[in-house]
């Protein structure tokens, strides 16, 4: 029944809860590998906030596995498709948007996720142009937190490398030893979220250390994966500058050489529920405090002059140390910022082409 932290530092000790119909299951049988599952009765969604941070819920998913990211619409998206496996994440980053979406801190896994896994083959078996190119995991949870024990990028991995599609995994962890001798075929970008030194520590919970992400991506690349890094939420606070110079210039020591496919910078951004909620949880933090706008999407923002600031800030800096093939571009901005920051806006299908672009070029 016990099992150890999940990633970074001191964690929860697991409890697994799991439904009669999926004790069967090739999920199941991993989870059970090192944790002792107790029989769950039934759930649906509405009973998820009965359970806490130390709560694996294995349960059924009702509805489709693959969907589109949603967007936002004014901003400009990159059209990624979700394989959504699970949702939760009990890493605890105190900005934590799926706080605000979700009523559980428990993580939650889909027990009928052989039948996601048959869904995704049959998309990724039409013809060309009748089927996205670049899949994503970790919208809703971490794409790698449990997946030593799940076995289910392994899966996902296998059915990329075997077709025209691209997969980004997406973590805080440095969790990637088990994908490094996979036959990837340059089909999955494995992408590490990154944050200043200052902000990793005190606002990231228990995800890895910033060092250790990039020691991960370093060791992700070696094994011929391409490299994804999301600077996303970039946080105002006194010292922003120096604190995210530093983090680019780790990159371009630890990353040297590597192929990084692409970076995203995103500004921290919240719905208004998120604020109470977190201040609740976390009264410390201070990642609430100076102003904030409303935006036309319902989230508080920061202002733009403020945001395209940063923004140009980490371009620049990126500029220095990556090769000008790397594609940087912003997470849901409008085209205004993206004309303010790099001189042009790519329009609603200009960034999906620019990483379908991005995507095809490590692919063997
Ligand atoms: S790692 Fe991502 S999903 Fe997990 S708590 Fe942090 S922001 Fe949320």
């Not at 042009?344 to 379908?356: C, I, K, M, V």
């Amino acid at each position: 029944m016990t099992d150890g932290p999940p990633a970074g530092r001191p964690g929860p000790v697991w409890r697994l809860r799991l439904e009669d119909d999926f004790r069967d299951t090739p999920l199941a049988r991993n989870l059970a590998r090192d944790m002792t599952p107790e029989r769950q009765e039934p759930l649906s969604p509405a009973d998820y906030g009965r359970f806490g941070p130390r709560d694996i819920l294995v349960t059924r998913h009702r509805g489709r596995f693959l969907k589109p990211c949603p967007g936002t619409p004014g901003y400009n998206c990159c059209g990624l498709h979700i394989f959504h496996f699970g949702l939760g994440c009990p890493l605890g980053c105190r900005y934590c948007i799926l706080a605000a979406y979700l009523d559980t801190e428990s993580l939650v896994l889909f027990g009928n996720l052989e039948e996601g896994l048959a869904e995704f083959a049959a998309l990724l078996d039409r013809p060309a142009g009748e089927r996205p190119l670049r899949f994503c995991t970790g919208e809703f949870t971490d794409s790698l937190l449990l997946d030593r024990r799940t076995g289910l990028a392994e899966r996902l991995v296998a059915l990329a490398a075997a077709r025209e599609a691209v997969l980004e995994l997406k973590t805080k962890t440095d969790q990637v030893d088990h994908l490094l001798g996979l036959d990837h075929r340059g089909h999955t970008v494995i992408s590490f979220s990154v944050n200043s030194p200052e902000m990793a520590r005190a606002e990231e919970g228990r995800a890895a250390p910033l060092a250790a992400r990039l020691a991960a991506a370093a060791k992700a690349a070696r094994a011929g994966y391409p490299i994804g890094l999301h600077f996303d939420p970039l946080i105002h606070y006194p010292g922003w500058e120096k604190g995210y110079a530093e983090t680019v210039e780790l990159i371009g020591q630890t990353l040297a050489g590597a192929r990084v496919a692409w970076v995203s910078l995103g500004c921290f951004r919240y719905l208004p529920r998120l604020k109470e909620i977190m201040l609740a949880r976390h009264p410390g933090t201070g990642i609430f405090n100076g102003e904030f706008i409303l935006a036309g999407d319902g989230k508080r923002r920061y202002p733009r002059p403020l945001r395209t600031m940063m923004y140009k800030s980490l371009a620049e800096n990126l500029a220095r140390v990556l090769p000008a093939e790397t594609a940087v571009y912003l997470c849901m901005e409008s085209p205004r910022v993206w004309r303010d920051v790099f001189g042009h806006d790519p329009g609603p299908y200009g960034l999906t082409a620019l990483l379908d672009r991005q995507a095809l070029i490590s692919r063997q």
